[in-house]
């Protein structure tokens, strides 16, 4: 059995100037990113590794989780290949996970994260909203033999507010 946990990073402030890839949480990005990764901890047993885009959103957001699920160092890493729109990216790194890791959280982009949960989850999802998580079942023995899975959690900031 294969978990994967998908993390679409928190809403980013575009008040900056600066390059889409530097762009930081606003006050309600990092206030969602409390909330959620705060309520997902109670309720989920904690990844093995978490891996997250490195923009800047994106890893803010992942420090969230990766505090309230007190994740070490050694099992948090960026990866600049999740720094994708499309999902290609995003599916590859799935099915290249070692296979000694059963729970992988993984955060990163919209549109990938929809497309990537619609097309692995049994259960279709209009939009992952920004903070949004969704963990994902796999009947399996390797990542590299996921396919549709089973769509187990939806939390999404509006749930919890």
């Known amino acids: 059995m294969k978990i994967l ?3 679409r990073h ?3 402030s575009w008040k900056h100037d600066v390059d889409d890839h ?3 949480l606003k006050g309600r990005g990092k206030r969602d990113g409390k909330l959620v990764s705060e309520h997902v901890s109670s309720i989920i047993q ?3 590794k978490i891996i997250s885009s490195d923009a800047t959103r994106a890893l803010s957001t992942a420090q969230f989780f990766k505090d309230a699920l007190q994740i070490d160092d050694a099992n948090f890493e960026t990866n600049h290949e999740l720094y994708d729109f ?3 990216n995003v ?3 799935i099915k290249s996970l070692p296979e000694n ?3 992988v959280m993984i955060v990163g982009h919209n549109h990938a994260f929809t497309s990537v949960a619609n097309m692995l989850g049994d259960i279709y999802i209009d939009n992952v909203p920004t903070c949004g998580f969704i963990m994902l079942a796999f009947n399996v023995e390797k990542w590299s033999e996921i396919t549709t899975g089973k769509t187990i959690n939806t939390i999404f900031p509006r749930d919890l507010k």
Request: without cysteine.
């Open 10 to 12: 928190a809403k980013s």
């Open 91 to 93: 599916m590859r790194i």
């Open 101 to 103: 890791l059963d729970k």
């Open 86 to 88: 499309s999902g290609q």
């Open 5 to 7: 946990y998908l993390v």
């Open 46 to 48: 904690p990844p093995q």
């Open 22 to 24: 530097k762009r930081p």
